[in-house]
Each structure stands twice: as structure tokens, then as C-alpha cells.
């Protein structure tokens, strides 16, 4: 039996995480923490870590992951440059699920985009859009970003090609930018769409999810995949065998 010490367990994804959780027979939260607990307290525990705090979290915990040698799936999104750097330090020593989305169907979007946007030339136009509700701090979305960096990757596009938002008299669209949109409202759980367009064709890839529950799925399934692995950062991709 898989044991689990959550952190960020009051919040939708804690709370999505524990219901799956009992779903499952080889997996068990052990320990299920949120901000103000110390996972010091229960660390020793457990056999691999789950993140979906806030970002001010993230390095501090995996920084005792590495002192306890303990697995860790990361979840949290919108953070820093110095923090990333400290998270990436630390997977030099622990294997760490990185991902700003645990669905499996999302996880096949990209896969779906990668393929795209190497076959369709820079005659098709990239536009992303994602949707989510009216709590989300961060813009755009983990999985957003993800979606474009597979872009820019494909094409060669710089960051000062990205365009967040259009307002005022903007000129014509260049051929080498990714026109980024993101929306906010009411309780949607997540909606992403690419969009390739074409002066007489339009490609678009659609992911919704309407229930949390599809990326506690996949989070507990990254838990299982990490523990024993060596020290590297992985994707969904690897945990779902895309790569």
C-alpha cells in the first residue's frame, strides 16, 4: 500500500484527491496537511509527497523531500523564476511529477498539439484559449503554458512573439506569433482549445473537464509512478508512456 502525505489538502484539489483516493486499493493519504501544518511532522511517514498548496510552498517542500529522500508530484502552479530554480535543484537528488495538469485527456492534447504544430507550416496561424473559474489567481493557466512552450518548441518562437491579449489598434497579425486568451468565470474546472487557422481551414483542439476528479486521477497515478524512480524531472507524457 502506497502512502501518501498530501499537502494542500483543504483546497478543491486536496479535497478532489482525498474522494479519489478512496477509490483506490493500492494507495492510501496518509497524512493530509494544508497552510499553517508542518510536513516535518509527518514526512517520515510516507512513501511520496503530493503538492497542490500554493506556490511559496512548493521549494520549501521539496527541499524536505530531498532531506527524506521521499518522491514528489507537483501540482501548484504560477511560480517564480527563483522558485522554479530551487524545485530544479532539488530534482537532481529526487525524482519529481511535474505538470500543470493531471488529466489524461489534457496530457493527450499536448501530445495531439506536438503533432500539429509540426505538420501544419507557419501558413496556419496558433491562437490558445483556456477558460477557468473565477477563483484561478494565475494567467494563464499551468496547462496553457505547457501548450504554448510545445508550440514555440515546434516553430522556433521566441517569448516576445506571444501576445497576451489584444486591445487598441494592433496592426495585422504577424505570421510568426501565438496569440494567448485567457477567460474567467462562474465554476468552469478548465477548458483549453489550440487553434490552427489557415486561410481555408481551421484545426482546433478542444479539451473541457466539467469534474476534478480526472486530475486527482492522474495525480495519484503520477504518486505511483514516481516512487522508485530515479532523480529527474517527469511529465504526464512519461507517466502515460507519450514519450
Not at 501544419?120 to 490558445?128: F, K, S, V
Not at 494565475?138 to 506571444?162: F, M, V, W, Y
Request: proline fraction near 2%.
Amino acid at each position: 500500500m502506497l502512502k501518501i502525505l498530501l499537502s494542500g489538502a483543504k483546497g478543491r484539489m486536496g479535497q478532489a484527491i482525498i474522494a479519489a483516493s478512496a477509490n483506490e486499493k493500492d494507495c492510501e493519504i496518509i497524512s493530509a496537511i494544508d497552510l499553517g501544518d508542518d510536513p516535518q511532522d509527518h514526512i517520515k511517514n510516507c512513501d511520496v509527497v503530493i503538492d497542490f498548496s500554493f506556490r511559496d510552498v512548493t521549494a520549501s517542500l521539496a527541499k524536505l523531500c530531498v532531506e527524506h529522500n521521499k518522491g514528489l508530484v507537483i501540482g501548484t502552479t504560477g511560480h517564480s523564476s527563483s522558485q522554479r530554480e530551487e524545485i530544479l535543484n532539488c530534482a537532481k537528488k529526487i525524482p519529481i511529477v511535474w505538470a500543470g495538469n493531471y488529466s489524461v485527456g489534457v496530457n493527450l492534447l499536448n501530445y495531439l498539439t506536438k503533432i500539429a504544430s509540426k505538420i501544419l507550416d507557419n501558413e496556419y496561424d496558433i491562437e490558445i484559449t483556456e477558460m477557468h473559474h473565477k477563483h484561478k489567481k494565475d494567467a494563464p493557466s499551468g496547462t496553457a503554458e505547457k501548450l504554448i512552450k510545445i508550440c514555440q518548441e515546434s516553430r522556433n518562437i521566441p517569448d516576445e512573439n506571444l501576445k497576451f491579449g489584444r486591445f487598441g489598434i494592433t496592426g495585422e497579425r504577424s505570421q510568426n506569433e501565438i496569440g494567448v486568451h485567457s477567460l474567467r468565470g462562474g465554476s468552469v474546472v478548465g477548458d483549453h482549445t489550440v487553434i490552427f487557422a489557415s486561410d481555408g481551414e481551421r484545426l482546433e483542439l478542444t479539451h473541457k473537464a466539467s469534474d476534478r476528479q480526472i486530475f486527482a486521477c492522474g495525480a495519484l497515478r503520477a504518486a505511483k509512478f514516481v516512487v522508485g524512480k530515479t532523480p529527474a524531472v517527469y511529465g504526464m507524457e512519461d507517466v502515460l508512456g507519450l514519450k
